[in-house]
């Protein structure tokens, strides 16, 4: 059984940067894909970033590829989503997903099996 936790999550001021954490155990950690979802109150699930098993490809929404990069440490099986310019839309709560796949491409349309308990992120003056 694959265990994903994260954390870094917290309350910050418009602008501020965050960098969330997952550890993930039970499983061979390049084996999964893994993506970081958020779901802001009142509206559905959306992917902010993947990234391939080999970190060799990252993929990171649109309207965020500015301020947000994602990450992962083989060694430490651990994914990373540094928030940079945080504003206030960004307020959700931040799930770790991981997928078992070999895709070398990263990208919206996976289906994760595996998910954490998320981590609250709330962007506020």
């Known amino acids: 059984q694959v265990h994903l936790v994260e954390s870094g999550g917290r309350s910050v001021p418009p602008g501020a940067s965050l960098k969330l954490s997952c550890v993930v155990s039970g499983g061979t950690f390049t084996d999964y894909v893994m993506g970081w979802v958020r779901q802001a109150p009142g509206k559905a699930r959306e992917l902010v970033a993947s990234?391939?098993?080999?970190?060799?490809?990252?993929f990171v929404k649109r309207s965020l590829r500015e301020r947000f990069t994602i990450s992962r440490d083989n060694d430490k099986n651990m994914v990373f989503l540094q928030m940079n310019g945080l504003r206030p839309e960004a307020t959700a709560v931040y799930y770790c997903?991981?997928?078992?796949?070999?895709?070398?491409?990263?990208?919206?349309?996976?289906?994760?099996?595996?998910w954490g308990q998320g981590t609250q992120v709330t962007v506020s003056s």
């Open positions: 990234i391939i098993w080999s970190g060799d490809n990252t």
């Open positions: 997903a991981a997928e078992r796949s070999t895709a070398l491409v990263a990208g919206p349309g996976l289906a994760y099996a595996y």
